[in-house]
């Protein structure tokens, strides 16, 4: 995917520049560029992945940490997060889409990329279709999930991207 791609796939959940959001399993940060140019220069976006390397190759401005988002983080109160392609590695994705929803503030949203496909294989174990993903979502106590947009993939036929929203109270 090029980078137009990658803005088309966040740009509907984005409503307003500015704020505090965090990119969880960031990777080398395409989807953080992304996030970037949409949230614009008063932003303050944290990229989070286990692999110092990949992180190494975020703009700066950026605020990077190395940890695993399947752990506990000290995020809080968050406008928004972006997980793209980064949910597939999780086989029990329950307890952590639970505990993304309690970092973001109330009405703060959740950005999902996947591939739209419930097979894995063994470089994405554990992908899920929209349907699967509105199930999950409902579950971790979000609201509101509504599929933004779809792009071609020559791996799994399509990827989407879906936002939720924390309730307001």
């Known amino acids: 995917m090029n980078h ?5 796939l966040v740009k ?13 399993g960031a990777g080398e940060g395409g989807f953080t560029d ?21 992180l190494g190759g975020i ?13 506990p983080l ?17 086989r029990n994705k329950a307890p952590v889409l639970e505990s993304v929803r309690d970092m973001l503030r109330p009405g703060g949203r959740l950005i999902v990329v996947e591939y739209s496909t419930d097979r894995g294989n063994p470089w ?3 992908p899920f279709t929209y349907a699967t993903y509105v199930r ?8 509101g999930t509504e599929q933004l947009h779809s792009v071609p993939s020559r791996y799994f036929g399509s990827m989407y991207s ?5 309730p307001e109270t």
């Open 4 to 8: 137009a791609d990658l803005v088309a």
């Open 12 to 24: 509907p959940g984005i409503h307003e520049t500015g704020g505090r959001w965090a990119d969880l």
């Open 34 to 54: 992304a996030l970037a140019e949409l949230l614009g220069p008063g932003a303050h976006i944290t990229a989070v992945d286990k692999d110092a390397r990949a």
């Open 59 to 71: 703009r700066p401005g950026i605020e990077t940490r190395v940890a695993d988002f399947t752990r």
């Open 74 to 90: 000290d995020l809080h109160d968050l406008d928004g997060i972006v997980m793209a392609n980064s949910l597939h590695f999780v």
């Open 124 to 126: 994405v174990p554990h």
């Open 136 to 143: 999950m979502a409902e579950a971790a106590g979000l609201q």
């Open 162 to 166: 879906a936002v939720s929203k924390r």
